[in-house]
């Protein structure tokens, strides 16, 4: 990265950090990743792969109708299977979600790939990704019921295990399932963000505790977050006031969606600041199986690194 797109490229962002403290928007296994994070660039089988089955799925969620993506494990080992519910960035329901869910799928779990926008809604450029966002986060109790209705949807699938659910997210999508945790949500087990805005609120109404687990994989090169000094400090003690089991596992040199493989070209594409990072790719990787495998015993989990 050159020192005038770092440039450009912190300007932008200290612009749509700006559009964030005004309420109009919050951003953002298998060996062959999705070619961008801002749109699909293969397409998925929608029926089977190397150790799962897949299907596109319709439920409604609050006020929308989902167009979701559930992976499941090859019916090489008896279910019930532990549920993940998986949010994506603030690009929306793109090929990485869906990826994503295919590869927890592959170590033994059951996965959504999430649609929080409605009819498969992603966009293609920073600033309908910022309209669609902005939308998602301003109604919290509207939030809540999609991600609810998600949660439901899994839970009452045959394959799943109902006790067990957690939800991973990524950038914007991290937040929407740190919110769920803030908020206390019935069902919810744990909660892993990569890479999150650490953007949470109160919830409506109040609760006591928490009960979810939470791992959170902190970019420390993030601008979107560190160009706000004690925003990770803030969300810590929002998590605090409720008693939440939470921990923040530092990242540093990685930048936002380092967990996207090509998210360089998308930041130049657009000037935005984010990067993929091999390595905190993997660690964040194995990290999260860690932390599942402390969670729950996997239905059939691989040793394997992705």
Request: aromatic share 8%.
């Amino acid at each position: 990265m050159t020192p005038d797109f770092l440039l450009k490229a912190l300007t932008t962002a200290t612009a749509i950090v700006a559009l964030v403290g005004q309420g109009a928007a919050r951003e953002d296994g298998p060996d062959s990743p999705p070619a961008q994070s801002e749109d699909a660039a293969r397409e998925p089988s929608g029926d089977s792969g190397p150790g799962y089955t897949s299907e596109e799925v319709t439920f409604t969620a609050g006020a929308i109708v989902a167009k979701a993506y559930l992976a499941l494990p090859a019916k090489k080992t008896a279910g019930p299977y532990p549920g993940i519910l998986v949010c994506p960035e603030w690009w929306g329901h793109n090929d990485y979600v869906r990826m994503r869910a295919e590869m927890l799928a592959q170590l033994g779990y059951a996965a959504l790939a999430m649609d929080v926008y409605g009819n498969g809604q992603k966009a293609h450029d920073p600033k309908t990704a910022v309209t669609l966002d902005g939308a998602l986060k301003a109604n919290q109790r509207e939030m809540n019921a999609r991600v609810l209705a998600h949660l439901k949807f899994l839970r009452e699938r045959p394959e799943v295990d109902g006790a067990k659910i957690a939800a991973v997210g990524y950038g914007s999508g991290g937040d929407v399932c740190l919110q769920m945790a803030r908020n206390g949500m019935r069902g919810l087990g744990a909660v892993i963000a990569f890479h999150p805005l650490f953007n949470v609120v109160p919830s409506q109404p109040p609760i006591r505790k928490a009960t979810a687990k939470v791992m959170v994989c902190n970019a420390l090169e993030d601008p979107y977050v560190h160009l706000r000094k004690g925003k990770v400090e803030a969300f810590r003690n929002e998590m605090a006031s409720v008693k939440t089991d939470l921990v923040i596992i530092p990242f540093p040199d990685a930048m936002q969606s380092f967990t996207v493989p090509n998210a360089d070209i998308v930041g130049e594409k657009f000037r935005i600041p984010q990067a993929y990072s091999p390595e905190a790719d993997k660690r964040s990787w194995g990290l999260l199986r860690g932390f599942l495998k402390d969670l729950w015993e996997p239905a059939s989990p691989s040793d394997e690194e992705p």
